[in-house]
T-cell receptor, first 112, second 114 residues
């Protein structure tokens, strides 16, 4: 099992550009999550999904979109990148009946 | 809404000394509680978790934590710190049901002096 994988590891975007952060898990987990981590702020939930075709907003969803067409994949889309979206992004997954989230290695994004 | 407070932003201890990292939570019922560790440039690794039962829980790397309902606390402890324990530590409270979401504290940065 590779667990939760994220690509890319690093990315620099110009203001106004768009990109998709990829997240894939091979554990057949129903639940998936996207967090952002800013220095001194802990992790904040952006979006989450309780299964394929179902997504919902977290605490800080503005400027982001997600989709969940398969159990394995949960991509995060930034449409118009802004400097405030400079952060480290983590994807996580969890299986029904458990409450332990498994985290990917993160994507470090800089918007300049 | 649930919340987590980690009052210590930075802590420095000498190698071999004992460690306690504080965590206070706010949640309407019996919470699910977690401690995660993050080494520089890495993802989050689960140290230990509390769901129910024995209020003293053991984790990996020699860490333990005690759930105290009366104090709404879940402090992390280690009897003897190793230099490799230097990292950032996050406490989190888990929502039961719904999306099983986690709410994280702001983290405590641990520095270990040799």
């Amino acid at each position: 099992n590779a667990g939760v994988t994220q690509t890319p590891k690093f990315r620099i975007l110009k203001i106004g550009q768009s990109m998709t952060l990829q997240c894939t898990q091979d554990m057949n987990h129903n639940y998936m999550y996207w967090y952002r981590q800013d220095p001194g702020m802990g992790l904040k939930l952006i979006y989450y999904s309780v299964g394929a075709g179902i997504t919902d907003k977290g605490e800080v969803p503005n400027g982001y979109n997600v989709s969940r067409s398969t159990t394995e994949d949960f991509p995060l889309r930034l449409e118009l990148a802004a400097p405030s979206q400079t952060s480290v992004y983590f994807c996580a997954s969890l299986t029904s009946g458990s409450y332990e989230q498994y985290f990917g290695p993160g994507t470090r994004l800089t918007v300049t | 809404a649930q919340s987590v407070t980690q009052p210590d932003i930075h802590i420095t201890v000498s190698e071999g000394a004992s460690l306690e990292l504080r965590c206070n939570y706010s949640y309407g019922a019996t919470p699910y509680l977690f401690w995660y560790v993050q080494s520089p440039g890495q993802g989050l690794q689960l140290l230990l978790k509390y769901f129910s039962g024995d209020t003293l829980v053991q984790g990996i790397k020699g860490f333990e934590a005690e759930f105290k309902r009366s104090q709404s606390s879940f402090n992390l402890r280690k009897p003897s710190v190793h230099w490799s324990d230097a990292a950032e530590y996050f406490c989190a409270v888990g929502e039961k049901g719904g999306g099983n979401k986690l709410t994280f504290g702001t983290g405590t940065q641990l520095k270990v002096e040799l």
